[in-house]
């Protein structure tokens, strides 16, 4: 019930930047419903009554569509012309760019035509939801012909507007400045590498676990004590409690807003690291929201960069403080501590470094994950292309399946080309962003040994600070700055390269 | 972080009711700023941050400029007009009717006056925050002058718009259709009778429990023990848990929106009652709210009727359910099974049923809790007329104390006029609510009781259906269809009439 409204009197404003004021009252505005969206969105993984989804869903279209019409509203790019002309800081050049690029994404698309893709892909994600519960290819395969025609004409438009090859136009939308002729090289390296790494870690690990057999997880963990574990970890890792919450959900997120982030994670009672090292993932997440520059939150400049950049964050924290023997060295006292349970390094670390060969991507470990996306960004580029169709794509699957992972997925589509929502949603162009961010959280962790080479010494203590200091300074108060591969040349001082990477799997998986 | 927008093709309209179709848009889009500031209300409460607060505020205030921008747009009137010509049925016009009322009210204040309200209220909300702890009424004094003098202003702009004399124009923004020439001689029997029988009552209590001690409340209650009992309570009661909640708050509250309501309670572990009864008091409100007409929810004919309907909805499952000694019967074993401790009814009863004389209007009893609000209404119009001034405020609370209750604050004036937040916050004309909602309460049940005279054997069964079946059928259903006073007559035969509620009490605690 309301009953009563605020009003204010709209912002002063000097003469000599004027459009500028306007541009900062509307992110204001932005803002406000941004900050509604997200809270909504989290609220509804966690708190929302069961019965609560229709009128949740109307409520959250209707305020999508009040930001759409407020962002995109035709007088904007007058507003942003104007604006250059005025005097203004460093700062407020930078917020007018990057106030720019974001209106040029959003609007690069006819109305009619994102309504026509948003019917499209809705349609496919229910038929994906149906259908890969029964393996049926045949029933889901019209869907998502459908849905790859819009994403090649999504492309061409995209591609007109920015100048940009097609997929680079994609992948545009997830992180400014992602180019194939940067990354095919670097991904080409990588998949060369891995492809003979793989079975030489998994021979590695058969022989150890010979001598030293797997000491199996088999206590009861009580949740409420692995909830007190993953407290006790996040706050030692950098998360503010102040503003930010852990709870659960059946899909792990990291969401709502940066001065009050919410994670949450799931629990098996039979197992307390799958909730553990989700946790440290989105804590991952949530450090670089928490320390986004607070100044520009509401523009544009002020959020996170991309989500190749924001998966290293969270690949930082989860791989390389995460899964770092040095941080078990630490870690373990505080498992004890709170589930009663005292691990040896010897024992833990199998299970924190396991390698396997698997269909699915989301359960891979850090060896084999590369290959899931690689093989993705393949057929997605093929498929924008035309040079693949939907039709072949169950074929074109096995085929690299087999020749990368050594598996086929033949008669089973439902763990093939039907596994990932990211399809179905339209969403190409998003695949390579998990393995660069791998590979960004590598060569960022490199760069950081190099300048502090005491940084592991830094986890076995549970020293978290000056690490995370190098961070904050390199990547979280740089917001969207810079565009992601500039981001990572001056947080690292080189391009991206694969080497960091492969020498971290060498190092941890390696004979 | 949000990257994509839905984008969604206007509804349709036909050329036979364009108006109409634009005042029904509009609404929905109303509706979804509601439930964002609903959710993120409650949100605020159960699950935010502590460190989320500043910008929990500003995201609200800018929602709720946003809706009191849309909903005052001036465009409206003339959709209103038009619409009234157009080919709609009784419910259309019914709706169009309630959204001119809603218009109306919410316009009938100047935006530059509405602004140096808000301005003068929070600063007298955050003085008597810091200053009623110090029992400063010095330093309060000028704030709430200020305020007064506003109130004053504000109920005459009030009354020139809508033709109501000045108090009864601020009773019209909180249950249209109350006025004093209806209330003051209800109010004026009431009160007569309870400065007789508030004496007589207490006399009663104190002979019965020279007889029968008063067993105390002993156990130590865990907290999550006390919750399962209230979520029992509550769905037996008839709170749909699908579309609702139970958590934790400061304050109790009733929040959210029909399609997910919350209800917060706080626990003592050493004392059961105090929870549960708020729990049932929540529940009256949630029940309402989850019965509200859906197919009207996105029209003001949809909302719940007034201030003083939503609190006869609580107490009526408070008070005429609640602390119903035929409710015991059926609740005193589900008490024991939750808390596994066992309670006769001539032990639970003299708890559910204390009567004390007290200075604090929220602790009050049934019997002594309209002495409170007759007392601040009487007083209310006289600050609103100009016959009291706010510096003769303590002595004149202090005097009517005296006369209803005997008890004195006049060296207390914390506990005297500085207890609620209402006056300051500018809430005048409210504080009936409470009252008229207890008296309508009874007059339901008592109306109630005549067309089914087992209603007491239904709650000593713990069957609730029949009795919320009257209650969906004469309260919920009906909306805002109706003035407050309307819906009472039409649900219980009869204007207000105080002899229900003095009934209820003789029976209650008479001898």
Redesign the interface.
């Known amino acids: ?3 009563r ?5 709209p912002s002063p404003t000097t003469e000599a930047a004027m459009s500028f004021h306007k541009l900062d009252d509307l992110g ?2 932005l ?10 969105g989290a ?1 509804e993984a ?7 989804g ?3 869903a ?11 019409t407020r ?1 995109t509203a035709p007088e904007i790019p007058d507003w942003i012309a104007a604006a250059e002309g005025e005097e203004l800081d460093d700062e407020q050049r930078a917020a007018l760019a990057e106030l720019r690029r974001q209106y040029t994404n ?1 609007t690069c698309l006819p ?1 009619e035509f ?2 026509r893709q ?1 019917t499209a892909r809705m349609r496919c994600e229910q038929l994906w939801r149906a259908l890969r519960a029964k393996n049926d290819w045949a029933g889901f395969q019209p869907a998502l012909e459908g849905v790859v025609a819009l994403v090649r004409d999504e492309a061409a438009l995209r591609s007109d507007v920015l100048g940009l090859a097609p997929y680079d136009a994609l992948m545009e ?2 992180d400014p400045g992602n180019r194939t002729a940067d990354i095919t090289p670097v991904f080409a390296d990588l998949k060369a590498f891995l492809k003979g790494f793989m079975p030489e870690a998994l021979a590695i690990q058969e022989a150890r676990l010979r001598k030293h057999p797997l000491k199996p997880l088999s206590g009861t963990y009580a949740i409420d004590r692995q909830r007190e574990l993953g407290l006790a970890m996040m706050a030692a890792v950098g998360f ?6 852990l ?1 659960v959900s059946h899909h792990p997120f990291c969401g709502g ?5 919410r994670i949450t994670t799931r629990y098996k009672t039979s197992d307390f690291l799958s909730a553990l090292m989700g946790v440290l993932h989105e804590t991952g997440h949530a450090l670089y929201e928490q320390n986004l520059p607070k100044a520009w ?1 509401h523009w544009p400049l002020g ?2 960069r991309g989500m190749a950049v ?1 998966e290293s964050q969270s690949l930082f924290v989860e791989k390389q403080i995460g899964r770092n023997p040095a941080f078990w060295r630490w870690a373990l006292p505080v498992v004890e501590k709170h589930l009663g349970e005292a691990w040896s390094l010897d024992d833990i670390l199998p299970h924190v470094h396991r390698v396997e060969r698997g269909l699915i991507r989301v359960d891979a470990d850090e060896v084999t994950y590369p290959l899931h996306v690689i093989l993705r960004y393949e057929l997605e580029q093929e498929l924008v292309s035309g040079s693949l169709e939907v039709a072949d794509l169950p074929e074109a699957w096995d085929a690299r399946m087999r020749d990368y992972l050594g598996l086929s997925t033949i008669d089973n589509p439902a763990d093939g080309p039907m596994q990932d929502v990211h399809w179905p949603g339209a969403a190409f162009g998003y695949f390579p962003s998990y393995t660069l961010g791998a590979m960004m959280a590598a060569q960022q962790w490199a760069a950081l040994t190099r300048e502090r080479p005491s940084a592991d010494e830094d986890l076995a203590k549970g020293n978290f600070e000056a690490i995370n200091g190098w961070r904050r300074e390199k990547i979280w108060s740089q917001g969207s700055r810079w565009s992601t591969p500039d981001l990572l040349e001056r947080a690292t001082g080189e391009k991206l390269n694969a080497k960091h990477f492969v020498n971290h799997l060498r190092q941890r998986y390696g004979g």
């Open positions: 019930m309301l009953l409204w605020c009003l204010f009197a204001r505005k803002e406000a419903l941004e900050h509604a969206l997200a809270i909504l609220d966690t708190h929302m009554a069961v019965g609560g229709e009128k949740r109307k409520a959250m279209a209707a305020l999508a569509g009040m930001y759409h962002a959003l109305v994102v309504e948003t939308q997830y503010d409690l102040t503003h930010g919450s709870s807003v940066p001065s009050d982030v939150a959020k996170a924001h």
